[in-house]
């Protein structure tokens, strides 16, 4: 199983910087890839970044690219979402979640942290 909680959400500015992170636990020696999604109030979910487990070859979404960029820190088990030049539109809850491959079908989810841009 793995577990996964996300920290660092907040109100932030237009136009600032915020990071997210997303600390891992797993009962498993299995490589676990992490990806990074988030929910707009009406809006369906949408996927953003995911990092392998394998080789931390990452894979995005059209929506943040150039903006956002994921990593992690293996040493820490923790990844990581570095999100820049935030716009109003990037308000929504954001979730980590672990899946054995970069397929964007997660099995394993976290609670998510509210990321709210306004000025």
């Known amino acids: 199983q793995v577990h996964l909680v996300e920290s660092g959400g907040g109100l932030v500015q237009p136009g600032g910087s915020l990071r997210l992170s997303c600390k891992v636990s797993k009962d498993t020696s299995d490589y676990v890839a992490i990806h990074w999604f988030r929910q707009a109030p009406g809006k369906e979910r949408e996927g953003l970044l995911c990092?392998?487990?394998?080789?931390?070859?990452?894979y995005h979404a059209s929506p943040v690219t150039g903006r956002f960029t994921i990593f992690r820190d293996n040493a820490k088990n923790m990844v990581f979402l570095q999100m820049n030049n935030l716009k109003p539109e990037d308000t929504a809850i954001y979730y980590c979640a672990a899946e054995n491959a970069c397929n964007w079908h997660p099995h394993s989810w976290g609670h998510g942290t509210q990321v709210t841009v306004s000025s």
């Open positions: 990092i392998s487990g394998r080789d931390d070859s990452t």
